[in-house]
């Protein structure tokens, strides 16, 4: 039994969270996360997973999976820097280096994991730290463990950047600055503006910190939001996940020898959290392969998404300021949003709704991610159906 006050605590808040739609509901998949998923008994065309390129079933990463597992076995079984680094780990590091364009790469167990590692490695109480208000938790996570101080600026806003790296800069106070921003907004699907954060960092001396989770396999060829900008050799770090894009698990740093060399030496979860098992690590291998010799993957991704996009907004969705295949179709109203999702549901499409605090309070949304699995049949049938439940509820 928990004690009196924690039963309290979980008792109001959960409670709280069902009064104001807040509530999340998981429901497990039944198969393969692909274009179309199965909840439940029920086949539904799946709008709501990162596998933007449809890797993550992708024959040709579930053998090499199988293969690596029968050679390695299904552990690595030890931390990286006891003698949990195989042979395959530095083979993946070799190749994402050649994928972003950068001198070397050093990989971790999870994206989330990566910013937690990375910021608090380079960044302490000493220094300050300039992060868009809108990015992503791991982040901001990885900016809080670091103790250093945190200063956000508004969203994209490049004139509040620079008055707040200038007033910080002029103070005295700090060591280091660093900027850190997400390449792609994961909820909005816009792009940071990095020539104007890179003018910035130099003019001010800041470190650059770009999370590409969302740009990467997608922007830039494939090599990312960085490259999209030609900007590879004036960021310090480039983030990257191995769960999206890529198809896998796992999250990396890319960018010069030296600061590999140090996440090497000091960043925790890379000497205190066992390696990524074989398996996923020679899928990831499979999966950069795949991206670096074939573009048709992305070139399908962008062609679905401008088809949903225009599609949706042509229905009368408000799809806010996406520059990329995310597409959120904003709501607003908490109960609205998870009504909507509902509905879609019953009607046979997965789309989730993403509601505070994944975003901020009355920007409710259900947030498409149209992946290149998707076929044009199902996204017709996609807008036939958010246009039918869109106006059942007073939507559109
Ligand atoms: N950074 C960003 C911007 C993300 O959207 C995510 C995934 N939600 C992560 C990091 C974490 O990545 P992972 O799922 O690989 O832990």
Redesign the pocket.
């Known amino acids: 039994m928990p004690s009196h006050s924690l039963d309290r605590f979980l008792t109001e808040n959960i409670e709280d969270l069902k009064s104001k739609g807040l509530y999340n509901v998981i429901d497990p998949l039944q198969g393969p996360n692909g274009p179309t998923i199965l909840i439940g008994g029920k086949t539904l065309i799946n709008l709501s997973s990162?596998n933007y390129l449809g890797l993550a079933t992708d024959e040709r990463l579930v053998n090499a999976s199988i293969e690596a597992a029968k050679t390695y076995g299904a552990g690595a079984g030890a931390v990286r820097t006891i003698n949990g680094t195989l042979d395959l780990h530095l083979e993946l590091e070799r190749k994402l280096a050649e994928f972003k364009h950068t001198e070397a790469v050093i990989a971790y167990q999870?994206?989330?994991?990566c910013?937690m590692a990375a910021i608090s490695a380079v960044m302490d109480k000493n220094d300050a730290i300039l992060s868009d208000e809108l990015n992503?938790a791991?982040?901001i996570d990885g900016c809080r463990l670091s103790k250093a101080k945190i200063i956000r600026f508004k969203h994209s806003d490049m004139e509040d950047l620079r008055a707040q790296a200038k007033a910080a800069k002029e103070s005295g106070l700090y060591n280091k600055i660093m900027v850190i921003t997400?390449g792609v907004f994961?909820m909005d699907g816009d792009i940071a503006k990095l020539p104007e954060i890179v003018q910035i960092a130099e003019e001010f001396d800041l470190i650059t910190y770009v999370?590409d989770?969302?740009g990467s396999g997608v922007l830039g060829g494939g090599a990312g939001t960085v490259k999209h900008f030609g900007l590879s050799d004036r960021i310090d770090f480039q983030?990257g996940?191995?769960?999206?894009a890529i198809g896998v698990?796992?999250?990396y740093v890319a960018g010069s020898k030296k600061l590999i060399e140090w996440l090497k030496l000091r960043s925790r979860p890379f000497l205190f959290s066992t390696a990524l098992p074989p398996a996923p690590v020679a899928a990831c291998i499979a999966s950069v392969d795949i991206l670096m010799n074939d573009k048709t993957l992305i070139e399908k991704l962008w062609d679905n998404g401008n088809y949903l996009k225009d599609g949706l907004k042509r229905i009368g969705f408000d799809i806010g300021n996406s520059e990329t295949p995310i597409t959120p179709c904003i709501i607003g109203d908490e109960v609205k949003t998870q009504a909507f999702s509902k509905r879609l549901y019953e009607e046979g499409v997965y789309a989730k709704a993403i509601v505070f605090p994944t975003v901020p309070k009355g920007t409710g949304r259900i947030r498409n991610m149209p992946t290149a699995a998707h076929s044009k049949e199902m996204l017709d049938q996609v807008l036939a159906v958010y246009e039918r439940v869109g106006k059942e509820l007073g939507i559109i």
């Open positions: 990162n999870s994206g989330f994991n910013n992503h791991s982040i997400d994961s999370d989770a969302h983030i996940t191995l769960s999206k698990v796992g999250g």
